[in-house]
């Protein structure tokens, strides 16, 4: 069963989002506030495939709640629900561990297409998890070797912990090192065909993951940058 847990304190928003998620197959655990989703996030941590998290919620806000789901699992899927003025609150919440964000108002088929795409990456995920003792395929740069199988980075021997957004773009990497990938083939490989939001979405994303791949992030040495494209990963 497709399991979703929505954080909405508006609650026609809530019963709105809930009613489509119903319809397109998914269980759904309700939170109107920060505190309650944290609860709910304990109790069935290992049965909640996405969180839709309200970035303005009481008692705790969208952002403190998608940050501790990030570091209680790198595997569930984190969409956060923004405001059209909340421009800092977006990429604030993709730099804690969001996968995506959708902006109100938004409609049924960019919100559904949007949890569909991070549940396939889940499920993607999940499948690879089964078969995690099997040997894997291994590419391997420099100090870097990234498991296709197991879906893990390690660098110099050690495991760097990566969301499942940022290891489906260090795979892209690893597969063509050494050129120069446009922004749009990344949001396309990563986030689909049929993505709704900006490019912006992708240099959050490369931003968080030079903090997590490099000594010097602020002095890119591996995740560069090509200007007026893209970028580069130099092995």
Not at 50 to 76: F, N, Y
Not at 172 to 182: C, D, I, R, S
Not at 187 to 199: K, Q, S
């Amino acid at each position: 069963m497709k399991r979703i847990l929505v954080a909405e304190d508006e609650r026609s928003i809530r019963e709105f989002i809930v009613i489509n998620l119903k319809r397109g197959g998914y269980e759904v655990l309700q939170a109107q506030d920060g505190a309650e989703a944290l609860r709910l996030f304990e109790n069935y941590i290992d049965d909640i495939d996405i969180a839709l998290l309200d970035i303005m919620m009481p008692i705790v806000d969208g952002l403190e709640v998608c940050k501790q789901m990030r570091r209680r699992s790198s595997t569930v899927g984190i969409i956060m629900l923004t405001a059209k003025t909340q421009e800092m609150d977006k990429v604030t919440g993709l730099l804690v561990g969001a996968d995506d964000y959708v902006t109100k108002p938004f409609s049924t088929s960019e919100l559904m297409a949007r949890i569909d795409a991070i549940y396939r990456r889940v499920l993607l995920n999940k499948e690879y998890a089964e078969h995690s003792n099997e040997k894997g395929n291994v590419i391997t740069l420099g100090d870097f070797s990234l498991n296709l199988r197991n879906r893990t980075l390690l660098k110099n021997g050690e495991q760097i912990d990566l969301t499942q957004v940022e290891f489906q773009i260090m795979e892209y990497f690893f597969q063509h090192p050494n050129v120069a990938l446009e922004r749009t083939e990344i949001l396309t490989h990563v986030w689909g065909d049929v993505y709704y939001g900006d490019e912006k979405v992708v240099d959050v994303n490369i931003r968080r993951l030079r903090m997590k791949v490099e000594d010097d992030p602020s002095s890119p040495r591996h995740l560069t940058t090509i200007w007026g494209v893209g970028y580069k990963w130099l092995s």
